[in-house]
């Protein structure tokens, strides 16, 4: 490789984030000060492939300089380079990839207020409109919108991130203009965000089994957790082995939580046997499906339930790495996690000896930086190891190739925790709980139109109804949205349909990621399709054609209807179905694949246009 | 001169292809099977000399078992995969995709695209006259070519051509995401101040002309670009003992453009910045 750096110096406050971060360069060739060893060095040509090596310190190092200075100028660019070795034209590629790194010069403070649905059924745009008359030009805050910040249960949201060291985050939810503005002005002094359990309407219910700790247990103590039956699972995994534990979960009849729904434990088993080495586990924590909020809610909650169950998980595999990739929008659960995972290695649960047992385990924790997409697996693994995020094609399946082209299993952090229950209890009695293909508990976030919105956990079966029930559906239910902006709606009339994979598919619709957001007749349908539409076209990571473009035409179309119906929005309907059917057909990766399935729903179940 | 290596003989397997079995060897690539069955595919993103990255989608099939259309020119030959390529689910994706890339970009010196586009029926100006479209003025910063991301499918093959696939000097890289996206040397600078070495195989792989030799694109610009009166030569580059082949496209008794031979086994249709733009002497009539 033949790399040329640019001109541009770091400044003195750049070049320490990124040394706090890689520790001091060693060598010139790393952009050391020029002190008259240069010679030394010329001799010396470190760098090369250890450095390479590091080129999944990109995006860390890419958070370094965005966290202290607020946007990551070229000179702090060109240094991060020579230090990982990494040419700047890819790493400029990967830092204009992801939403939340500028790479103009901004304001230390950026305020991300969200328009994303539930927020928009909650006043966002008046939100909005008050805070940017009040935080104009010159106020040092830039405003931004945001999709879901994954707080829906509490909309209006908004989060302040002031750049600084270290970098200070205020979260304000339910938000209004004063809240929001003060927020952004002194995130240091923001009331604290109401704990986790608020979030959790039926917290108290002993027959949560996911959700039962959240409240309960103390998230930053350790011993708490042992107390409240923690690390049991782990236990009972060393004493079954990685087969038993496999065998374990294939019988409990576990599927990915994720949406795909896949047997977990086929998952495991295919990794695990793979003969080349080493394997990773990752855990997809950066659920940004708009309405999604359930995994911040466990983290936040529970953060040491979701280190045993990696801990397992890694164990049945054989791998000794995992990853936490977590949204990077989520500072007090990415706190929470880091804190549980520092004691869990502090007091010999994670570390080159797992509770005595000889099997050395440990936890990475990556943040991502605002792009959906990262929520796909390959492109998950493209943004762990320093690329850009976009999917890659498969086959090869990361059960094969994963990250860094080695056997990877990637669980979102809902499946991971549904591990414990059934080590404890084992097989039969969580496979007896849900219906025969879905079983055990389901995790569904609720927001919008009702009184609690929340996490619910219900076994799987109980119908969308059923759900709604106790989350206090408020008067004039037009509709659902199920699985979130890649899901579908249904009718207010259709409150009996099951949840489950299999019954929401008989249905024509999907139970995705557990997303149930309900609105009123008072919410204008086609701005919510048009907002759809728009997060898509945001999202997209602009690999393929149909999505790239897909995206764009059918917000334009949607554009054009948003105030006509029946023989005037027929031309424009048409046009859509054309597309989303290419879109369908020929995306890459499951975001082009799914982008148009709410607006079709819309229009097939809503009559949305008639 | 054109010698293929041999390699070790690979074994065949067998699969359906639109009804008929068809044997391709091992390794192979529905694509491969197409053409060796006489299929016309049309591929955009697909290039001789490097891993296509299947990102157009223009030469989507039907896979029996798979939910999406699959990629002919990625996806591996399987025993017994039965493929489809003319079905109406297949003609209406590359339609779509056709009208989609061609409302968005200008494919005009796109080579075959427009006979694709009438094949399949493809209407790109359906999306009304407000459809977004890239239309960015041609960047003319360097004596030797221009880069015109008006007519950018983002193929990123002259991505794959700079990096670790051919020249491994990693200049250009695509930044930005979505519909932003955009083929970019760092800070989106001027070619000339980025690590490019003017090696031109980026222009050699591009498959829209959205790279350009500068002495074509001025041509074109004064209306003077007539490849019917164009004449190839290949050679040998004499400037230093490597001996890759030029081609020399000649027109009015001007070297217009010098490309390389993709079959050559040696090169595979890359070059330096001498082979490449060092012409100019040739032509030197002081
Ligand atoms: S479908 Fe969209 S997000 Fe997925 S690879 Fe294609 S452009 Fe990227
Ligand atoms: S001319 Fe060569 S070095 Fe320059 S961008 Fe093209 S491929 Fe890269
Ligand atoms: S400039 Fe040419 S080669 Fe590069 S991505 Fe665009 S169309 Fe492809
Ligand atoms: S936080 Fe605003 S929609 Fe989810
Ligand atoms: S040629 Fe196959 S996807 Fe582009």
Known sequence: ?610 | MTVTPLGIPRRLLEFTLDGEPARVPEGATVLDACRAAGRDVPTLCEGDTLTPKSACRVCVVEVEGSRTLVPACSRRAEPGMEVRTGTERVRHSRKVVLELLASCVDLSTTPRVSGWVKEYGAKPDRFGPDAARLDEEPRVDNDLYVRDYGKCILCYKCVDACGEQWQNTFAISVAGRGFDARIAVEHDAPLTDSACVYCGNCIEVCPTGALSFKSEFDMRAAGTWDESRQTETTTVCAYCGVGCNLTLHMQDNEIVKVTSPHDNPVTHGNLCIKGRFGYQHVQNRD
């Not at chain 1, 499906?289 to 595999?317: C, H, N, S, W």
Request: aromatic residues 6%; charged residues 25%; negative net charge.
């Open chain 1, 1 to 610: 490789m033949d790399l040329r750096f640019g001109d541009g110096e770091p400044t003195d406050e750049e070049r320490a984030a990124i040394d706090a971060l890689l520790g001091p360069p060693r060598s010139s060739w790393e952009g050391a000060a020029r002190d008259g060893t240069e010679a030394a060095d010329l001799r010396w040509a470190r760098g090369g492939r250890e450095a390479r090596d590091r080129r999944d310190l990109l995006l860390p190092g890419l958070h370094a300089v965005n966290d202290r200075i607020g946007w990551i100028s070229e000179g702090a660019l060109g240094y991060l380079c020579r230090r990982l070795t990494v040419p700047p034209a890819e790493a400029y590629g990967v830092a204009t990839f992801y939403a939340m790194f500028s790479v103009r010069p901004r304001p230390a403070t950026v305020l991300h207020v969200c328009t994303d649905l539930a927020c928009a059924a909650a006043g966002a745009d008046g939100l909005c409109a008050g805070v940017e008359s009040r935080l104009g030009p010159g106020s040092g805050v830039s405003v931004e919108r945001s999709p879901c910040l994954g707080l829906c249960e509490r909309a209006p949201a908004t989060l302040a991130i002031r750049a600084g060291d270290p970098v200070r985050t205020a979260v304000s939810a339910p938000a209004t203009v004063e809240a929001a503005v003060r927020a952004a002005g002194a995130p240091d002094a923001a009331p604290e965000e109401p704990p986790a359990v608020t979030a959790v309407p039926q917290a108290g219910d002993p027959s949560l089994t996911l959700l039962g700790r959240v409240g309960v247990v103390d998230p930053a103590s350790l011993d708490d957790y042992r107390a409240h039956g923690g690390y049991t699972a782990l236990r009972r995994a060393f004493e079954l082995g990685p087969a038993g534990v496999i065998r374990e979960v294939t019988d409990s009849g576990l599927v990915g939580r994720g949406g795909a729904a896949f047997p977990t434990g086929r998952k495991w088993q295919a990794t695990a046997s793979r003969p080349d080495h080493p394997h990773y586990l990752v855990c997809n924590a950066d659920e940004s499906e708009p309405g999604t909020f359930k995994d911040r809610v466990i983290m936040e909650g529970d953060p040491y339930a979701l280190v045993e169950a990696m801990t397992i998980a890694a164990y049945a595999i054989g791998a000794h790495t995992g990853y936490v990739y977590l949204r990077g929008e989520y500072p007090r659960a990415t706190h929470r996690l880091r804190h549980a995972v520092d004691q869990a290695r502090a007091r010999g649960l994670l570390g080159d000896d797992v509770l005595g047992q000889g099997y050395a385990f440990d936890i990475e924790i990556r943040r991502g930086a605002g792009a959906y997409i990262c929520g796909e697996e390959t492109a998950l693994f493209n943004s762990i190891e320093g690329y850009r995020g976009e999917p890659r094609s498969k086959p090869p399946f990361p059960v094969e190739k994963g990250l860094f082209g080695r056997p990877t299993v990637e669980n979102n952090v809902e499946t991971l925790v549904n591990v414990l229950p059934i080590l404890t209890g084992g097989a039969p009695a969580y496979a007896a709980v849900g219906t025969g293909r879905s079983t055990g508990p389901k995790l569904f976030c609720v927001s919008g139109a009702v009184e609690r919105p929340g996490v619910y956990e219900l076994p799987f079966g109980a119908t969308l109804g059923e759900l709604l029930e106790p989350a206090g559906v408020r008067e004039g239910l037009r509709a659902v949205l199920l699985g979130g902006a890649a899901g579908g709606f249904v009718r207010a009339d259709e409150l009996d349909i099951p949840l489950t994979f299999e019954g929401t598919r008989e249905a024509g619709t999907t139970l995705g990621s557990g997303v149930v957001m309900a609105f009123d007749d008072t919410v204008p349908l086609p701005r919510l399709l048009l907002r759809i539409a728009r997060f898509f076209r945001d999202e997209s990571c602009g690999q393929c054609v149909p999505c790239r473009v897909g995206t764009v035409r059918q917000e334009e179309a949607l554009h054009r209807i948003v105030e006509r119906t029946g023989a005037d929005a027929a031309g424009d309907v048409a046009l859509l179905r054309e597309v989303g059917r290419a879109m369908r057909d020929a995306s890459i990766c499951g975001l082009g694949q799914t982008a148009w399935n709410a607006v079709e729903s819309a229009i097939d179940r809503l009559g949305a246009y008639e």
